[in-house]
């Protein structure tokens, strides 16, 4: 996206509590937020991989968001292990989308600190999204407010206010669980008009928290091998009121009578 950084406006640091970014509604960056947390310090490659090294998981080939739905079967210590050597040129990079670390290994919950990030009486939940450099989430919004904890490597955030894909027709067909998609990057869309204060671009560190509310736009790209938490978040009637809405739309795809063949669930079919 080099050839496109002047049509991204930075976002700003803030130093405002949760609660007062939550209340604002905007996307927002609390730098070093979590510095302090023994994940950003203690959680290497070498030991997260040797966990369980022989744990089976699926790994998302591309942007799936975009392109073709393809996964891959590795287990995590072989993937892990690949994250610390040079990528393959040419070849899509493969990511580790959405898995819960936390529920599969509780000796990290240790290492975190949500119960510092979210308001008082939220539900949340908590995956990881770990991947090379390279590794991208195309353009698409959440049904929830997100607190996305950096806590390995570098990674960039393109945040599109609600709106600027529906004005283009650009909303894809394709379905996924939690999320609406784009049918276009978040290039093209700024490519094809966006007012001052809509499209904002934001780098990560370790440490760094921001916060995406529901229905922001965002596409996601690694600069470095990362591991990322998310924290999807609302007030227990929001969050019940999501889950049922999109269980009823998850349970008519898997029927085949919603998007059947055209999803980010399910392989492409060739």
Known sequence: MADHESAWEPLGAQVASVAEVVGRREPCV???RAAHWPAVAQWTW???GALAPDLP?????????????????????AYLQSLQGPATAGEAPLYLKEFNLLGAFPTLRADVRPQELFPPGALHDAQTWIGPAEARTGLHHDYLDN?????????????LRPGAVERLGAVAAKHDHWAALASL????VVDRGVVAGDAWVVDLEPGDVLYVP???????????????????????????????WRQAVQGAHLAGL????????????V
């Not at 607190?147 to 945040?159: D, E, N, P, S, T």
């Not at 990057?185 to 093209?188: E, R």
Request: glycine fraction near 8%.
């Open 147 to 159: 607190l996305a904890v950096q806590l390995v490597g570098r990674k960039r955030f393109y945040l």
């Open 185 to 188: 990057n978040a290039d093209a």
């Open 258 to 269: 919603w998007r059947r063949g055209h999803c980010t669930c399910h392989p492409a079919r």
């Open 214 to 244: 529901a229905r922001w736009w965002h596409e996601v790209v690694n600069h470095t091998p990362s591991v990322l938490l998310t924290g999807f978040f609302g007030t227990r009637t929001t969050v019940y009121a999501q889950w049922a």
């Open 57 to 77: 998981v699926r790994l998302v080939q591309g942007n799936r968001e975009l392109g073709a739905t393809v996964f891959q079967p590795s287990t995590l210590g």
């Open 30 to 32: 609390l730098r070093q």
């Open 46 to 48: 070498e030991r997260l």
